[in-house]
């Protein structure tokens, strides 16, 4: 019992150094949505090379990242999938409320495993028999969850889809449920959309209620200026085109 | 690849093992011998963190720590930070593991003849004495079983880190949390080599603490 003791608290020492011998903490903690998560990842090596400054990215599901940010998570600037969970950490007092910006309106697709043999290229197709599963972002909490149901809601198949319809946690879970070919179509962002495994169609935007994406620097952040900073950048010259090219509309262009 | 988030879920499960033996040895020898009024509701609120769903033990814990959190507020008055920190995940371990180690270890002391721990009382070794040098090496076993399973609980906790600890690259982010981001992100290759280092690392480890136990009871 002793040598195991003792051979845990040796255990404990090496982890601590090796883990001491890792970078100091980052400069810039960025929390954002998971529909983002491709575009960001480009996005972050232009910013430090611009500024200097390194980038901490924390991708998640909006709503998660909110609760966290309510709760003190060391964030600096949050990217939410939609403009409510913004403004509820707005009315929660844990952003600045001058810092608030549209930085982009999402847009979804309906995928197919490129595998899948099952012709989908609208929504009505969904109801084919052939279809046997089709996954959605969970409409309770997320944003594009959301703007799926209003898609199907209008196009008058979601109460026929229901007994059909898987939910993933976020969107890219909702991709991987379409990337594995575990389901036969899904509704996913069209940022994240553009994977080996999937081939997907557009889907009017208008048949939804449209997905405005806010962004805001927050209140305990300890160099807010720096969070402004990221926001200016990705809506300026050089995060503006990889934005585009993941599928977003942008500020001034809808 | 960045190694990282390996050597945070061993400094990490290490310190909430200990922490989870310090804890749940009185805890499971008072549930193995004493009878007292509220027993039963103390043995369910010992398995309750196996009920309920990580994530959301995780968001009760969250509410008590956070910013605006009752414990929260003491430690921020005190100049302490435990939301968001590796002892965050620490906590987020040991509240995920206790159950597995406090049970296992309750049926290891329960299994004990108390005949022989009388024995050696009206041989005169106080009640202390009689523990460390009877009750315990006569239930090792079991004690062992239950280290391991909460060091290997602890080690593959998701859920309950993510709420409390966040998902920070390079600060929080446990192997768990790594190897799901890259899953998300679509980096299999990644992903898969960190699983299969994390799962040789910790078989490498737990047949050298096995072989260990062995030699020494």
């Given at each position: 019992?002793?040598?195991?003791?003792?051979?845990?608290l040796a255990?404990?020492?090496?982890?601590?150094?090796?883990?001491r011998?890792?970078?100091?903490?980052?400069?810039?903690?960025?929390?954002a949505?998971a529909?983002?998560?491709?575009?960001?990842?480009?996005?972050?090596?232009?910013?430090?090379?611009?500024?200097?400054?390194?980038?901490?990215?924390?991708?998640g599901?909006t709503?998660?990242?909110a609760?966290?940010?309510?709760?003190?998570?060391?964030?600096?600037v949050?990217?939410?999938?939609?403009?409510?969970?913004?403004?509820?950490?707005?009315?929660?007092?844990?952003?600045?409320?001058?810092?608030r910006a549209?930085y982009?309106?999402?847009?979804?697709?309906?995928?197919?495993?490129?595998?899948?043999?099952?012709?989908?290229?609208?929504?009505?197709?969904?109801?084919?028999?052939?279809v046997?599963?089709?996954?959605?972002?969970?409409p309770?909490?997320?944003?594009?969850?959301?703007?799926?149901?209003?898609a199907?809601e209008?196009?008058?198949?979601?109460?026929?889809?229901?007994?059909?319809?898987?939910?993933?946690?976020?969107i890219?879970?909702?991709?991987?449920?379409?990337?594995?070919?575990?389901?036969?179509a899904?509704?996913v962002?069209?940022?994240?959309?553009?994977?080996p495994?999937?081939?997907?169609?557009?889907?009017?935007?208008?048949?939804?209620?449209?997905l405005?994406?806010?962004?805001?620097?927050?209140?305990r952040?300890?160099?807010?200026?720096?969070?402004?900073?990221?926001?200016q950048?990705?809506?300026?010259p050089?995060?503006?085109?990889?934005?585009?090219r993941?599928?977003?509309?942008?500020?001034?262009?809808? | 690849?960045?190694f990282?988030?390996?050597?945070?879920?061993?400094?990490?499960?290490?310190?909430?093992?200990?922490?989870?033996?310090?804890?749940?040895?009185?805890i499971?020898?008072?549930l193995?011998r004493?009878?007292f009024?509220?027993?039963?509701v103390?043995?369910?609120?010992?398995?309750?963190?196996?009920?309920?769903?990580?994530?959301?033990?995780?968001?009760?814990?969250?509410?008590?720590i956070?910013?605006q959190?009752?414990i929260?507020r003491?430690l921020?008055?005190?100049?302490?930070?435990l939301?968001?920190?590796?002892?965050?995940?620490?906590?987020?371990?040991?509240?995920?593991?206790?159950?597995?180690?406090?049970?296992?270890?309750q049926?290891?002391f329960?299994?004990?003849?108390r005949?022989?721990?009388?024995a050696?009382?009206?041989?005169?070794?106080?009640g202390w004495?009689?523990?460390?040098?009877?009750?315990?090496?006569l239930a090792s076993?079991?004690?062992?079983a239950?280290?391991?399973?909460?060091?290997?609980r602890a080690?593959?906790?998701f859920?309950?880190?993510?709420?409390?600890?966040?998902?920070?690259?390079?600060?929080?982010?446990?192997?768990?949390?790594?190897i799901?981001?890259?899953?998300?992100?679509n980096?299999?290759?990644e992903?898969?080599?960190?699983?299969?280092?994390?799962?040789?690392?910790?078989a490498?480890?737990?047949?050298g603490?096995?072989?260990l136990?062995?030699?020494?009871?």
């Open positions: 019992m002793r040598r195991v003791v003792f051979l845990a255990l404990v020492l090496a982890a601590g150094s090796v883990a011998a890792q970078p100091a903490a980052p400069a810039v903690t960025v929390y949505a529909d983002l998560d491709m575009a960001f990842r480009e996005i972050k090596p232009l910013f430090e090379k611009a500024t200097g400054a390194r980038v901490t990215l924390v991708m599901s709503g998660n990242l609760k966290q940010i309510e709760h003190g998570a060391p964030a600096d949050f990217f939410a999938a939609n403009e409510s969970f913004v403004d509820d950490l707005q009315t929660a007092g844990a952003v600045i409320p001058q810092t549209l982009a309106q999402g847009r979804i697709v309906l995928a197919t495993p490129t595998k899948s043999t099952v012709a989908v290229r609208e929504l009505a197709d969904l109801l084919k028999p052939e046997r599963r089709v996954a959605i972002a969970n309770a909490h997320a944003p594009y969850g959301r703007a799926a149901q209003e199907l209008s196009v008058g198949v979601w109460e026929r889809l229901k007994p059909k319809l898987v939910y993933g946690e976020n890219r879970h909702t991709l991987q449920f379409v990337e594995t070919g575990a389901v036969e899904g509704i962002a069209l940022s994240v959309a553009g994977v495994d999937v081939r997907y169609a557009p889907i009017d935007p208008k048949l939804h209620k449209p405005s994406q806010v962004a805001a620097v927050v209140k952040s300890a160099r807010p200026e720096l969070g402004v900073a990221f926001i950048f990705l809506n300026g050089e995060g503006r085109p990889i934005m585009k993941y599928g977003f509309l942008l500020p001034g262009e809808f | 690849m960045d990282f988030p390996l050597w945070l879920s061993l400094k990490v499960s290490v310190v909430a093992t200990i922490l989870t033996l310090a804890t749940g040895l009185p499971a020898w008072v193995a004493k009878r009024t509220g027993r039963d103390a043995e369910a609120l010992v398995v309750l963190p196996l009920v309920l769903p990580p994530t959301v033990l995780g968001y009760y814990l969250l509410v008590l956070g910013r959190g009752v929260g003491v921020d008055a005190a100049g302490m930070e939301a968001f920190t590796w002892r965050a995940a620490v906590l987020a371990a040991w509240v995920g593991s206790s159950a597995l180690f406090i049970k296992a270890a049926a290891g329960e299994a004990v003849d005949r022989l721990e009388q050696a009382r009206t041989l005169g070794r106080s004495s009689v523990f460390w040098s009877i009750t315990l090496p076993r079991a004690v062992m239950g280290t391991v399973l909460a060091f290997c080690l593959g906790d859920g309950i880190t993510l709420m409390v600890a966040g998902s920070i690259p390079g600060l929080t982010q446990t192997t768990p949390l790594a799901y981001d890259l899953v998300q992100s980096r299999m290759a992903a898969n080599a960190l699983s299969l280092i994390a799962v040789a690392t910790v490498l480890l737990l047949m603490l096995g072989r136990a062995r030699l020494r009871f």
